[in-house]
């Protein structure tokens, strides 16, 4: 098999397409803690839940953006690290 700027951007190691994978620890984290937060919508609580889930949606991203399968994970972390910071920027 050719290694392409496409067979990179799209494959990983043993040659399989990959857009998206199983949700790992600190996306299933970011997706429950987001849930709960619709929950528990004031105090303490929503405040703890919220930094939870951003604390691991930043991780996830993080890691794909050093460790993903390829260059569209890793530009998926990419996009979702930025809008992350903007987001809390705001």
Not at 15 to 23: C, D, R, T
Not at 48 to 71: K, M, P, S
């Amino acid at each position: 098999m050719e290694n392409t700027l496409i067979d990179k951007t799209f494959r990983d190691s043993n040659g399989k397409i990959v857009l998206g994978e199983m949700p790992n620890p600190p996306l299933i984290l970011w997706i429950v803690a987001s849930l709960l937060t619709l929950i528990f919508t004031t105090g303490k609580i929503n405040t703890l839940l919220d930094i939870l889930a951003n604390g691991a949606l930043f991780t996830w991203a993080w890691l794909e953006l050093f460790q993903g399968v390829n260059y569209f994970r890793r530009a998926l972390g990419l996009a979702v690290l930025i809008g992350l910071i903007a987001y809390q920027l705001q």
